[in-house]
């Protein structure tokens, strides 16, 4: 396993519902990622935090809400999720966020909006 | 047009064969490329990263990358089942856009 950890590792909700869904990393790094994964769709860049500023947002829906209190840890805050947003959920670390290089994952969270 | 297209196989080698996966990009620019593994259930793991034209080697893994016909490949030599896997191709196309994509993958299954 690597040093990135994310909780928790499967998540159901409702449309209604509001949750947030936890990342750690324990390498030192100073980029953070977050990654949608849908079954049969390539892996989409979500947000990155470089030094704790979110740098992009790849035009991700206003429900998706990501938070970078510091280095170590991310957050992605879920509200009014949609049923297509099903999918497991990618948390990456690397050194820097200047050249995507060397990105480590962590084991995803598996959500599933009903 | 995709960003990244990869042929979804499913690829299958026999063990000690070499394997060769391929991906197009769609724009010219693109800088950086990357392959990762991704076995079933698992999260993604960087296997190699190449950023000017010809090939790279690492162990059993040569990555190659033509720009001219903005296609980049993995050969996978000496293949062993443990290297059955789904294999991610991955592009900067601006690194100051924050434009990184992947492809859909290719799955690869060795046979002993």
């Known amino acids: 396993e690597t040093g990135v950890t994310q909780t928790p590792r499967h998540l159901v909700m409702g449309m209604t519902n509001k949750k947030s869904l936890k990342c750690e990393q324990h390498l030192g790094h100073n980029a953070m990622y977050w990654y949608k994964q849908s079954a049969k769709k390539p892996l989409e860049l979500m947000f990155v935090?470089?030094?704790?500023?979110?740098?992009e947002n790849n035009s991700v829906p206003s429900r998706f809400s990501p938070e970078c209190p510091n280095s170590s840890h991310l957050f992605l805050h879920l509200h009014t999720l949609q049923p297509e947003d099903s999918a497991l959920y990618l948390c990456?670390?690397?050194?820097?966020?200047?050249?995507?290089?060397?990105?480590?994952f962590g084991p995803g969270t598996r959500l599933t909006v009903l | 047009q995709k960003e990244v297209e990869q042929n979804s196989g499913p690829l299958s080698v026999p063990e000690g064969a070499i394997a060769s996966l391929n991906c197009t990009y769609s724009d010219r620019v693109s800088q950086s490329f990357f392959w990762y593994r991704q076995y079933s259930g698992k999260s993604p793991e960087l296997i190699m990263s190449i950023y000017s034209n010809g090939d790279k080697e690492d162990g059993r893994f040569t990555a190659q990358l033509n720009k001219a016909s903005q296609y980049v490949s993995l050969l996978i030599r000496d293949s062993q089942p443990s290297d059955s896997a789904t294999y991610l191709c991955a592009v900067i196309k601006d690194l100051t856009l924050n434009q990184f994509y992947f492809g859909t993958g290719t799955s690869l299954t060795v046979i002993p």
């Open positions: 990456a670390s690397s050194q820097d966020g200047t050249t995507y290089n060397e990105q480590f």
């Open positions: 935090y470089s030094l704790e500023e979110r740098v």
